[in-house]
């Protein structure tokens, strides 16, 4: 069965500190994507980055930064001098096999607070 | 452009009620799909389509059924709710199977 932990259940951080949300997933397959989403205190989930297996190199979007490590399988989150408009819940995703269903497992979420 | 829209934005339902909870989305993609949000448990899937006319079951399925006639509207209905579907209830749709989900702006129903 697929799986998606997020460990850190709640960061805080004063703004401007970079801070890291980790990500670990479990899965069978050898072809998947992984994804991170964003769900700021308005409620709307917002999609950040897909990323499939096959890509190892890591994504740079402005302060947003992405590593995904195969060895380890964690697909990590960096952001970079962070701002209070950072402050949301994080999740992690990673699609199903492709047999049907091809739908999103998600992780629990972390809950990052970014203090002025 | 809407997106994804979803209705009504909360609500409260006495127990043994029923209740459909609407989505529509206007990107023409061909998969939609009902999630409940919960605490501390992330999204979870209740039911999904690929296409319009064809359904299928999440993780989470008892106590609600879903429909497909067309390509833009997937109604999730609870047939007598129970407290334990208190929840967030968020309806995505894809372009086709593992491209990124778009969401809406979610459903807040309270079972009492």
């Known amino acids: 069965a697929q799986k998606v932990t997020q460990a850190q259940t709640e960061i805080s951080v004063v703004e401007k500190e970079d801070v890291t949300l980790d990500c670990v997933y479990e899965t069978r397959d050898t072809t998947y994507y992984l994804f991170w989403y964003k769900q700021p205190p308005s409620g709307e989930l917002v999609f950040l980055i897909r990323r499939n297996s096959f890509d190892e190199q890591n994504e740079i979007s402005g302060r947003y930064s992405w590593n995904f490590q195969k060895s380890t399988s964690s697909f990590n989150f960096t952001i970079t001098a962070s701002q209070v408009v950072d402050s949301a819940v994080y999740f992690c995703?990673?699609?199903?096999?492709?047999?049907?269903?091809?739908?999103?497992?998600f992780g629990s979420g972390t809950r990052l607070q970014v203090q002025p | 452009t809407a997106g994804i829209t979803q209705a009504p934005t909360s609500q409260i339902l006495a127990a043994g009620r029923s209740m459909t909870l609407r989505c529509t989305q206007d990107?023409?993609?061909?998969?939609m799909y009902w999630y409940r949000q919960d605490l501390g448990l992330g999204l979870r899937l209740i039911h999904y389509s690929n296409t319009a006319g064809t359904t299928g079951k999440g993780e989470v399925p008892d106590g609600y059924s879903v429909s497909r006639a067309n390509t833009d509207d997937f109604p999730l209905t609870l047939a007598s709710a129970v407290p334990s579907q208190t929840s967030v209830y968020f309806c995505?749709?894809?372009?086709?199977?593992?491209?990124?989900?778009?969401f809406g702006p979610g459903t807040r129903l309270t079972v009492t």
């Open positions: 990107m023409r993609h061909n998969a």
């Open positions: 995505a749709s894809s372009a086709q199977g593992l491209s990124e989900q778009y």
């Open positions: 995703a990673l699609s199903e096999p492709d047999t049907g269903r091809r739908a999103l497992t």
